[in-house]
């Protein structure tokens, strides 16, 4: 089996959900698990760090076999010196055994499904695009977003298949989707772009990626990751809106959809119980932000996320 999950920041927390029995208990040395982008297990600008050498023998001890594209956040210069080599079609670092980097641009055959792999992404934290110069060759790297070269390597790969595949596996979203879920406030680049292209151009089941921090259903076919482990072709489970166990807490700012428009405000109001009108579910009343004025019993189901 193949599964799929969001971005696990090095030995930061977020590696910790793949410590969970559910992942450890169900995943066998049969299956491969894909990351979508911002290992951050190659770190260090000079070596392997005691910390990353700790959680890189434990991803190594698991019974799977774990696969990553790229994102934003790794030592591009320390992974481009990890063994290259031919693997299902394309080309990987090998970064031990079980842990390999599916390099930008190939369509993998793994399963017998496709599986068309295109890392990279702008970074909005850190470097040049936010004035960050000192991060230069310390916390950010030029080659966090492809070069011409790994461009005309997707293009000929997609070409060489039809332009159909199963499965594609980025870090982040097309420009159009990207701006939905970052609120127009991430940068968008020549890869956003050229992954826009892809949307019609691109005949395929399932799209995933990661970068944003959040589990979301972007459409019918695109999946963003962070904490969820999906088996790969499923969907995120429709989350259960329940009377009585409102999700979100007064004082969260967070984004929704209000007359057609998505907006931004904060939740001033929490009606656990709503009201027979909104349908079974808790509502919200919502100040907008930079307004005076507020929506009123906004449905859960219509808060987008956590802003």
């Not at 982008?37 to 700790?54: P, Q, R």
């Amino acid at each position: 089996m193949i599964y799929v999950t969001g971005d696990i920041h090095g030995y930061s927390g977020d590696i910790k959900k793949l410590t969970a029995k559910n992942v450890t208990s169900k995943l066998t040395k049969n299956d491969y698990l894909i990351i979508c982008g911002d290992f951050g297990l190659i770190w260090d600008t000079k070596h392997e760090t005691m910390k990353e050498k700790m959680w890189i023998k434990w991803l190594q001890d698991q019974a799977w076999t774990t696969l990553f594209v790229d994102g934003n956040h790794e030592c591009f210069p320390r992974l481009y010196t990890y063994p290259e080599k031919d693997w299902k079609g394309g080309k990987v670092h090998e970064i031990r055994s079980k842990i390999l980097h599916l390099e930008r641009g190939y369509v993998f055959e793994l399963e017998g499904k496709k599986i068309f792999t295109l890392g990279g992404a702008t970074s909005h934290d850190r470097g040049p695009a936010t004035g960050d110069m000192a991060s230069v060759g310390k916390y950010w790297w030029p080659e966090e977003l492809p070069n011409a070269e790994e461009f005309a390597r997707a293009t000929a790969s997609l070409d060489a298949c039809g332009r159909k595949v199963d499965y594609i596996i980025t870090h982040c979203l097309p420009t159009k989707l990207q701006d939905i879920i970052s609120n127009n406030e991430y940068f968008n680049d020549a890869l956003t772009d050229y992954l826009q292209g892809l949307v019609d151009t691109v005949e395929y089941d399932h799209w995933y990626c990661g970068h944003y921090h959040v589990d979301r259903s972007m459409t019918d076919k695109i999946t963003v990751l962070f904490n969820s482990v999906l088996e790969i072709g499923s969907k995120l489970q429709e989350v259960t809106r329940e009377l009585g166990v409102p999700i979100y807490k007064k004082g969260k700012t967070v984004r929704f959809m209000y007359n057609g428009s998505e907006e931004k405000g904060q939740i001033v109001r929490v009606m656990p119980w709503g009201n027979p009108a909104k349908k079974g579910e808790p509502c919200y009343n919502i100040q907008f932000l930079n307004s005076a004025k507020q929506a009123l019993m906004v449905k859960e189901s219509d808060i987008i996320d956590v802003a």
